[in-house]
């Protein structure tokens, strides 16, 4: 009786140990497999790494070179619908969110604004008074952006309120001059360093004159009405 109690006791010790060789067993296939799948790179689409930058714009993405007459430099639209917020913007293939300048004699680079969170609906080359087209030199930028959504349609759209803002002819010394601007009515170099716009704000028509040497705003004041004295 003593011996099968015995034997017993031994089987009971044998299958434990048994049982314990095969968890660890387990365990080690089971940290094997994971190392292998790991370096594999055999992971789930949510854990892999992102590559793409998205703040550099892909070639698709950018429109077509415009050289700055009498200068080396070239400005390269990056298109607003190609950016992240894509429904955050109108359909448009002539809106920008932004423009990149390019150096060709120094061979540099540079973003004209920080972010692509603006809508520029246009941009005009100001050049000097008097100089046939071929010979030119640009003075300064003239840019038309959209800068919040002014009537509620969750969008920045040509439908928006406008601000007007000049940039140097190589994109440096961006400034926003005149907020809120329904409409450009036009704008016309007056000299070599002054700039004089004409725009319609809030319903009314307004004059304003700038400084391209300095870009800040000179002057503005509501044009006159029919039968208004001279001032």
């Not at 359909?91 to 809508?119: C, E, M, V």
């Not at 050049?127 to 920045?156: F, H, M, P, W």
């Not at 716009?197 to 040497?213: C, D, F, N």
Request: proline share 5%; with cysteine; aromatic share 8%.
């Amino acid at each position: 009786m003593e011996e099968n109690r015995f034997f017993k006791y031994v089987w009971r010790i044998n299958g434990l140990l048994l049982l314990l060789v095969g968890l660890l067993a387990a365990a080690l296939l089971a940290f094997t497999g994971y190392q292998l799948y790991a370096s594999s790179g055999l992971r789930a689409p949510h854990d892999l790494p992102r590559t793409t930058d998205t703040k550099t714009p892909s070639p698709r993405q950018l429109g077509t070179p415009v050289a700055i007459a009498g200068t080396p430099h070239v400005m390269v639209p990056l298109w607003a619908d190609a950016v992240e917020k894509r429904d955050y913007f109108s359909k448009s293939n002539d809106n920008a969110s932004n423009y990149l300048f390019i150096d060709g004699q120094h061979q540099t680079q540079h973003w004209l604004l920080p972010d692509n969170n603006r809508l520029i609906l246009g941009s005009d080359l100001l050049s000097e008074l008097g100089c046939c087209d071929d010979k030119r030199t640009i003075r300064a930028i003239l840019y038309q952006v959209v800068t919040a959504d002014s009537n509620g349609d969750q969008r920045l759209s040509q439908q928006d309120a406008v601000t007007l803002a000049l940039s140097r002819a190589d994109g440096s010394g961006y400034r926003q001059l005149i907020p809120a601007v329904d409409r450009l009515l036009g704008q016309l170099p007056l000299d070599d360093h002054t700039l004089l716009l004409l725009y319609q704000k809030q319903g009314m028509g307004y004059a304003a004159w700038v400084s391209l040497t300095d870009l800040v705003l000179l002057k503005e004041q509501p044009l006159a009405k029919v039968g208004d004295p001279a001032s």
